[in-house]
């Protein structure tokens, strides 16, 4: 898979830099496969602060799909008639808008949404039931959403796809019917979309994957039968995969990995099989994983996690309200 690339490595360091803030850059490995597992007492400092609900009536339907655009925390899910409903909170009064159909058509969307903000607009993405990916966009200038138009050369998939940016493009994953995960991207300057393509070395993909983009690369993390979360990340600069590799420790996951970064550090955060949320976090300096443990805080949950790639995280809580919670170290 071809992606755009920077000018130089110079400028790969850089975005880097950016990237890990206070932290800075270490001596990255060359695949994700060589990171050793740090102390579980570590992850005993992860926490979240108090998980206030998303207002209003509750919207029973998929795991939250929040992102931040505009002044604002939108958050998005899909509803057992296959709308799209939104919400969001703006920052400065911290007062929600209130629950609303997405505009533009009705997408009969059977799988949760997935959201960026690329080229000044908001940028949604649901499956239907023919396995098409179908998009809808609003720009907060104009106040106006598009219709709803399907991503063109696309197979049927299997899972509801995650959307990230990375390289100057829009990157879709989602899992087809062998079981590899097929990814698709979006240029904004050629208003065009590439071929689709399979990840290298993906198989056993049954669900949608998480993604990050933390240290100059992209990364991806599933599921596989055995329980097992398994990580491979993208190179910009020299436009390779890495191998495939096991986050270490058990994570005793059942939910579409989320991921958050928090000072420096890459977090990653699953529904266990007992509900509630389990983490673990890379740190790029030392080339170490935590190690897994509970998010201390964070309600009992009913969906797959979901983040704004910040510090936010959003659940579906015991009673199918959505809440909202910052990680704290």
């Known amino acids: 898979m071809r992606i755009h690339r920077p000018a130089s490595l110079v400028s790969r360091l850089l975005v880097a830099v ?77 007062q929600w808008s209130g629950w609303t159909v997405v505009p533009g058509g009705f997408p009969a969307a059977i799988s949760g949404p997935t959201a960026v903000v690329y080229g000044g607009d908001l940028r949604l ?59 698709i991207r979006y240029t904004l300057t050629t208003d065009s979309w590439s071929g689709w393509n399979t990840v290298p070395g993906s198989t056993s993909v049954t669900g949608p994957v998480g993604t990050a983009r933390y240290g100059g690369w992209l990364w991806v993390f599933h599921h596989d039968p055995s329980g097992a979360l398994r990580t491979a990340r993208y190179d910009n600069y020299d436009g390779t995969w890495s191998q495939w590799s096991i986050v270490p420790g058990s994570a005793d996951g059942k939910s579409t990995p989320a991921t958050a970064l928090a000072y420096g550090y890459l977090l990653v955060v699953v529904r266990s099989t007992s509900d509630q949320l389990r983490t673990t976090r890379y740190d790029l300096m030392s080339d170490t994983w935590s190690g897994w443990g509970p998010l201390t805080g964070a309600p009992q949950a009913t969906s797959a996690p979901a983040s704004n790639e910040g510090g936010s995280l959003m659940v579906r809580g015991p009673q199918g309200r959505i809440h909202l919670g910052d990680v704290a170290l």
């Open 18 to 94: 950016l990237v890990l803030g206070v932290v800075g850059v270490g001596a990255g490995p060359a695949g994700a496969a060589s990171a050793q597992v740090g102390t579980a007492a570590q992850v005993g400092a992860s926490a979240a602060t108090d998980w206030p609900a998303v207002p209003g009536p509750v919207m029973a339907g998929s795991a939250p799909a929040p992102v931040r655009y505009g002044g604002y925390t939108w958050v998005f899910t899909t509803v057992a008639a296959g709308a799209v409903m939104m919400n969001r909170q703006d920052f400065h009064s911290q």
């Open 125 to 183: 993405f649901v499956r239907v039931a023919t396995g098409a990916l179908r998009f809808v966009r609003y720009n907060l200038m104009n106040d106006a959403w598009s219709g709803w138009s399907s991503v063109p050369g696309v197979p049927a998939g299997t899972s509801a796809p995650t959307a990230q940016m990375y390289g100057g493009d829009i990157n879709l994953f989602f899992a087809v019917p062998n079981g590899r995960l097929g990814t």
